[in-house]
């Protein structure tokens, strides 16, 4: 197997024993992004339209770093601390992904890490 440990400091460092992206022949497994700011290290605001533009801003570094981008997702999964946010989800994923949309879950869940309101990890498909 030729697995690729794919790193950037355009997204967050991982907070834990895991990492930010595996490059498995022309598949990328990008692990959960939440809304932390690379460089300050923090939640970018309590404001859940202004985590989801981040996180989506922290999953298109990682996919950079692999050599594509998120027009190569194939699948997301999404973790919502409470899918009344579903709607603006939405919206804001319609500006970072363009038709054919990825494959997609949607789940709430009881709680993320450091108080986030959304985290996404994904799957690409690189050419």
Known sequence: MNKKIISTDKAPAAIGAYSQAVKVENVVYISGQIPLDPNTKAIVSDDFVEQSHQVFSNLAAVAMASGGSLNDAVKLTVYLADLADFPQLNEV????????FPARATVQVAGLPLGAKVEIDAVLCLA
């Open 93 to 100: 994923m319609a500006r970072y992904l363009s038709e054919p």
